[in-house]
């Protein structure tokens, strides 16, 4: 009921909805918002509380850290006498301080929980709240300590139907345990079936929301088999309840005879079936619909299914996506995110048909300028959709031949990637390292060595990140120095080409023999065409000193790679040349020997 203000339709049926579409983006954005109205809407509730008050006008102003950061220092949590107004705080606290998920990851908020506990703030609800954050930092002991002392706590009432919910969960979610999950899952089941014998049925839509959470367990646990049945008999149960809010009733249907339709798809089931549950999911979408405080879930439902599915025509698409233009006005958290999707789907679908690869191209940038606006709403929360969609452009510019769009598409990624990568190190740098080194490639082919060498540089960041979570990487980092150090070598730039090849040096007891002896094989090069350098302007003696490491590394590599010979030839060639020049003949006559040799 706090929602009903600020958000079209049952905010209940709403949390379900986002719960169900199992998108991560829906999910944290529903959350968010969610959170916000919430927090808003107790603004009359503590109207006399002059910290909070305080905190919900930073909110309003979108100072969320300085809210919370406020609200906290108004609270001693270890002063062992709390009055209502500090539980108030403490309570306020623990609602804002989700708004900021990194404050909240570094903020041990378990003396704030304790305080409600033992103040006996919020009851039972302190338990829930509290057991859920316990689930989420995995703190078993503690959990088990609290479960058993809430659970004595209401064993007796109704509420402990609620703690099996949670022993469910936790089974699930924290131990692993499917089996134990569903037994917790089927006690409450059976304990309100029992209820329902005495009370004339009155438990069947709480049943069937079990039911529901069972199917979500088994879909989770990707048993799509056990998860229809289970929806199945969910469906069952609301149907059977008397609900005097038929639309209500009916937009609950609606996203469980869509949730149905994808199981029944995952397990193959017939065509018939899974038509007329489409049908019905259509049908009591439609009955939902004429209130119009549900047009907001049946456009998120069909706008789901449509997205999930291949077969549905264009027109349709077009319907949903004017919904979801309309509904971004007032909603761009949810809607304009939907209306880029159905976007997408419709220029695949036309390309499928037409195959106009500059059209596709066409209708992408258009999709890239809505993920625009929509960062400035939240921003990186579409980080990863950024980064796959420029991808996706830098492929169809390969599938349009057009080099020079695909290395613009390409730089654009690894500035994304280098944006990002705080977010996710390991897919983004690996990003970061495979574009950055293919445009170092490109560059280098085309003897543009300056610029090979700065994507080289943004390849290194990647592959280190990569190296440090996976060893495995360490071949391709010792590779990427060897390219590196071959566009320093090329520009005749032998103290950076030799310094670049040290590092992959530095990688000998990380990689094979082959390998290291081939790290030794390019570092004498670089030190020979050094020494070649600096006899050409006469330095003889330094010619002569880079010739014998040159030789030192050479003489490494001959264990693996007789072709080395060759090179080791030619530089008996050279240093017998640098010793005839400064008039030492017996040593120039030595070196030609071992050039024959």
Same mark, same amino acid.
Request: glycine share 2%.
């Given at each position: 009921?706090?929602y009903t203000d600020s958000l079209p339709g049952n905010?209940?049926?709403?949390?379900?909805?986002?719960?169900?579409?199992?998108?991560?983006?829906?999910? +944290?954005?529903?959350?968010?918002?969610?959170?916000?109205?919430?927090?808003?809407?107790?603004?009359?509730?503590?109207?006399?509380?002059?910290?909070?008050?305080?905190?919900?006008?930073?909110?309003?102003?979108?100072?969320?850290?300085?809210?919370?950061?406020?609200?906290?220092? +108004?609270?001693?949590?270890?002063?062992?006498?709390?009055?209502?107004?500090?539980?108030?705080?403490?309570?306020?606290?623990?609602?804002?301080?989700?708004?900021?998920?990194?404050?909240?990851?570094?903020?041990?908020?378990?003396?704030?929980?304790?305080?409600?506990?033992?103040?006996?703030?919020?009851?039972?609800?302190?338990?829930?709240?509290?057991?859920?954050?316990?689930?989420?930092?995995?703190?078993?002991?503690?959990?088990?300590?609290?479960?058993?002392?809430?659970?004595?706590?209401?064993?007796?009432?109704?509420?402990?139907?609620?703690?099996?919910?949670?022993?469910?969960?936790?089974?699930?979610?924290?131990?692993?345990?499917?089996?134990?999950?569903?037994?917790?899952?089927?006690?409450?089941?059976?304990?309100?079936?029992?209820?329902?014998?005495?009370?004339?049925?009155?438990?069947?839509?709480?049943?069937? +929301?079990?039911?529901?959470?069972?199917?979500?367990?088994?879909?989770?646990?990707?048993?799509?088999?056990?998860?229809?049945?289970? =929806?199945?008999?969910?469906?069952?149960?609301?149907?059977?309840?008397?609900?005097?809010?038929?639309?209500?009733k009916n937009n609950q249907l609606s996203n469980w005879?869509?949730?149905?339709?994808?199981?029944?798809?995952?397990?193959?089931?017939?065509?018939?079936?899974?038509?007329?549950?489409?049908?019905?999911?259509?049908?009591?979408?439609?009955?939902?619909?004429?209130?119009?405080?549900?047009?907001?879930?049946?456009?998120?439902?069909?706008?789901?299914?449509?997205?999930?599915?291949?077969?549905?025509?264009?027109?349709?698409?077009?319907?949903?996506?004017?919904?979801? =233009?309309?509904?971004?006005?007032?909603?761009?958290?949810?809607?304009?995110?939907?209306?880029?999707?159905?976007?997408?789907?419709?220029?695949?679908?036309?390309?499928?048909?037409?195959?106009?690869?500059?059209?596709?191209?066409?209708?992408?940038?258009?999709?890239?300028?809505?993920?625009?606006?929509?960062?400035?709403?939240?921003?990186?929360?579409?980080?990863?959709?950024?980064?796959?969609?420029?991808?996706?452009?830098?492929?169809?510019?390969? #599938?349009?031949?057009?080099? #020079?769009?695909?290395?613009?598409?390409?730089?654009?990624?690894?500035?994304?990637?280098?944006?990002?990568?705080?977010?996710?190190?390991?897919?983004?740098?690996?990003?970061?390292?495979?574009?950055?080194?293919?445009?170092?490639?490109?560059?280098?082919?085309?003897?543009?060595?300056?610029?090979?060498?700065?994507?080289?540089?943004?390849?290194?960041?990647?592959?280190?990140?990569?190296?440090?979570?996976?060893?495995?990487?360490?071949?391709?980092?010792?590779?990427?120095?060897?390219?590196?150090?071959?566009?320093?070598?090329?520009?005749?730039?032998?103290?950076?080409?030799?310094?670049?090849?040290?590092?992959?040096?530095?990688?000998?007891? =990380?990689?094979?023999?082959?390998?290291?002896?081939?790290?030794?094989?390019?570092?004498?090069?670089?030190?020979?065409?050094?020494?070649?350098?600096?006899?050409?302007?006469?330095?003889?003696?330094?010619?002569?000193?880079?010739?014998?490491?040159?030789?030192?590394?050479?003489?490494?590599?001959?264990?693996?790679?007789?072709?080395?010979?060759?090179?080791?030839?030619?530089?008996?060639?050279?240093?017998?040349?640098?010793?005839?020049?400064?008039?030492?003949?017996?040593?120039?006559?030595?070196?030609?020997?071992?050039?024959?040799?």
């Amino acid at each position: 009921n706090n929602y009903t203000d600020s958000l079209p339709g049952n905010t209940n049926v709403l949390s379900d909805i986002y719960s169900i579409l199992n998108n991560g983006v829906y999910n +944290s954005l529903s959350s968010i918002h969610q959170s916000v109205n919430e927090i808003l809407s107790l603004k009359y509730i503590f109207e006399k509380n002059k910290p909070i008050q305080e905190a919900i006008g930073k909110i309003e102003k979108g100072e969320v850290f300085n809210a919370i950061k406020g609200l906290e220092e +108004s609270i001693d949590v270890k002063n062992n006498y709390k009055s209502n107004t500090d539980l108030e705080k403490i309570y306020f606290f623990l609602k804002i301080i989700d708004l900021d998920s990194e404050y909240n990851n570094k903020t041990d908020l378990k003396p704030y929980y304790i305080s409600l506990i033992e103040g006996d703030y919020h009851k039972k609800d302190a338990y829930y709240d509290y057991l859920f954050y316990l689930m989420d930092r995995d703190e078993k002991d503690e959990f088990e300590k609290i479960y058993t002392q809430g659970y004595n706590l209401y064993k007796n009432s109704f509420q402990n139907c609620w703690y099996l919910r949670i022993r469910s969960i936790y089974s699930y979610s924290v131990e692993n345990d499917l089996e134990k999950s569903i037994q917790f899952s089927n006690q409450i089941i059976d304990t309100l079936l029992e209820r329902n014998k005495k009370w004339n049925n009155i438990y069947d839509d709480i049943i069937a +929301s079990q039911y529901n959470t069972n199917a979500l367990i088994y879909s989770n646990a990707q048993d799509y088999e056990n998860a229809y049945k289970m =929806k199945e008999k969910a469906i069952d149960y609301i149907l059977r309840f008397e609900d005097n809010d038929l639309e209500y009733k009916n937009n609950q249907l609606s996203n469980w005879y869509f949730n149905l339709l994808y199981f029944y798809n995952q397990t193959s089931k017939d065509t018939s079936l899974i038509n007329i549950t489409y049908n019905k999911a259509i049908q009591t979408s439609k009955d939902a619909f004429k209130n119009l405080n549900y047009d907001f879930e049946y456009l998120l439902n069909l706008s789901e299914y449509v997205l999930s599915e291949d077969d549905k025509d264009i027109e349709l698409i077009d319907n949903l996506k004017l919904m979801a =233009k309309e509904y971004s006005k007032d909603y761009p958290y949810f809607f304009s995110h939907t209306y880029y999707r159905l976007s997408n789907l419709k220029a695949f679908k036309e390309y499928s048909i037409d195959n106009d690869l500059e059209k596709l191209d066409k209708e992408i940038d258009n999709s890239i300028k809505i993920l625009d606006s929509l960062n400035t709403i939240l921003p990186y929360v579409y980080s990863f959709e950024y980064v796959s969609i420029n991808k996706l452009r830098a492929s169809i510019a390969v #599938e349009m031949e057009n080099n #020079e769009l695909k290395v613009e598409r390409m730089k654009n990624i690894v500035r994304l990637c280098e944006e990002y990568i705080a977010f996710d190190s390991l897919n983004y740098s690996y990003d970061l390292a495979d574009y950055a080194i293919a445009l170092a490639e490109n560059y280098y082919s085309k003897e543009e060595y300056k610029v090979a060498e700065e994507y080289y540089l943004k390849a290194e960041k990647g592959l280190k990140i990569l190296s440090s979570l996976d060893s495995a990487y360490f071949y391709n980092l010792g590779s990427h120095y060897n390219a590196m150090g071959d566009a320093f070598l090329h520009q005749e730039e032998y103290d950076k080409a030799i310094e670049i090849y040290n590092r992959s040096m530095e990688l000998e007891d =990380k990689v094979l023999l082959s390998q290291k002896e081939y790290y030794n094989k390019i570092l004498g090069n670089a030190y020979f065409f050094r020494g070649d350098a600096k006899r050409a302007k006469e330095d003889y003696k330094s010619a002569l000193e880079d010739y014998i490491i040159a030789d030192k590394y050479f003489q490494k590599s001959l264990l693996v790679d007789t072709t080395t010979l060759l090179v080791l030839g030619e530089l008996e060639i050279a240093r017998g040349f640098t010793f005839y020049t400064i008039g030492q003949k017996q040593e120039a006559e030595k070196s030609d020997r071992k050039s024959v040799v």
